[in-house]
């Protein structure tokens, strides 16, 4: 039990997170068996599956010789952080928030390990951008897809109602990367080894990456992460052994606690008296309930009290930003950096930029 509260003590989310399913279960008491109904286990499957194979990437090599190449055609820390910026981004339109960051948050890690980088602000300015970037497209984040679900209108529509927000967002977001980041010569005066590939294990998972990403698009995460673990344990076990099973359970945690809060009759009857029949309204409720709650149950609630998808879709969009559990990618985006003392900077950044981001969306609106 010591060690357990050790561990607990050690993690300020997850402290956070244990204390308020306590007073949560005091407030409005559920069956302890039925708390695990509240996990999204299709999310925490699909977490786990990238978990492997982003650590197997990395254990291949890979990461290592990219973020050579790169450093040696980019000669500048600005330049390099408007590249990632860039890069995380444009994934995020197609592969979702999360896996972008799976794939750019190790290639900065593995940057940083060739030349001196300021890490801790480039992981910041990595979690803004695929919640800047995410904006755009059904498939960014799963309010998208809810919204979009529930909308009715096709793609092309959906795309064309968000692209404004999404490009004022990252146009901010390319202006705050430049104040952060000075133009300095990279330093790789330490870069003195080779970098070799494990080409087997790197080709294999990235080949596993793409079909899981497809069986996890289909629904169907819980085999294929079968399949990976299994083979991943028979053959290279380090692999498995080595991923960050903390996050896992700190966000079964957090579809508990926040589901939990989310469905609280104080919340839902603050709602209702709100009254966000009005396209502001429902904006503006999207934008402060996803700093309490985040942007995707504050997507589910609110759908139940207005029709009106835009607006939802611009308020929990820019709900993203500000407090760290406004959007899910900003606690995976900490945790893969591995940097101590990360939530006063990220914060420092984050919120600023929400109060900016609520005055666009309140300008498109």
């Given amino acids: 039990m010591t060690r357990v509260w050790r561990t607990v003590s050690k993690e300020p989310v997850l402290a956070i997170l244990v204390l308020a399913l306590g007073v949560l279960q005091v407030v409005h008491p559920r069956s302890w068996a039925s ?29 290592m010789w990219a973020a050579y190449r790169l450093v040696h055609h980019i000669h500048g820390e600005r330049g390099l952080a408007l590249l990632l910026v860039a890069l995380a981004a ?8 999360d896996v972008a960051l799976f794939a750019v948050v190790p290639l900065a890690l593995s ?9 801790k602000r480039l992981v910041i300015v ?14 960014g984040n799963p309010q998208n897809l809810f919204l979009w679900q529930t909308s009715g209108v096709s793609f092309g529509a959906f795309v064309w109602a968000l692209l404004p927000l999404c490009a004022v967002l990252m146009l901010m ?38 079909g899981f990403v497809a069986l996890a698009d289909a629904h169907h995460a819980g085999p294929g992460l079968a399949v990976l673990a299994v083979a991943f344990l028979l053959w290279r076990r380090e692999v498995v052994l080595k991923i960050d099973w903390l996050l896992l359970l700190i966000f079964m945690l957090m579809f508990i606690v926040l589901r939990s809060a989310a469905a609280l009759p104080a919340i839902h009857g ?5 009254g966000i029949g009005t396209p502001m309204r429902a904006y503006a409720a999207g934008a402060v309930l996803s700093q309490a709650i985040s942007n995707v149950p504050a997507a589910i609630v609110l759908a139940e009290f207005s029709k009106d998808w835009r607006a939802l879709a611009f308020g929990v969009s820019v709900g993203g930003f500000g407090v760290a ?19 006063g900077p990220f914060h420092l950044v984050s919120i600023p930029f929400w109060f900016v981001a609520v005055l666009v969306g309140w300008a498109l609106i």
Wanted: charged residues 10%; aromatic residues 4%; proline residues 4%.
């Fill in 173 to 210: 977001l390319g202006a705050v990367t430049c104040a952060m980041f000075r133009n300095a010569p990279l330093d790789l005066s330490g870069d003195a080894e080779e970098h070799g590939v494990d080409r087997v294990l790197c080709g294999v998972s990235v080949l596993a990456f793409a």
């Fill in 90 to 97: 444009a994934l995020s339109t197609v592969l979702t928030n």
């Fill in 325 to 343: 559990i406004g959007s899910l990618a900003n606690l995976i985006a900490v945790r893969l950096s591995g940097e101590k003392g990360m939530w």
């Fill in 111 to 119: 940057l940083h390990r060739l030349a001196p980088l300021p890490i």
């Fill in 126 to 139: 990595i979690a803004l951008s695929v919640n800047a970037g995410s904006i755009l497209t059904p498939l």
């Fill in 35 to 63: 708390l695990p109904g509240l996990v999204d286990w299709q999310t925490v499957l699909t977490l786990a599956g990238l978990l492997i194979l982003t650590k197997a990437i990395e254990l291949s090599g890979f990461l």
């Fill in 270 to 274: 603050f709602i209702a008296q709100l």
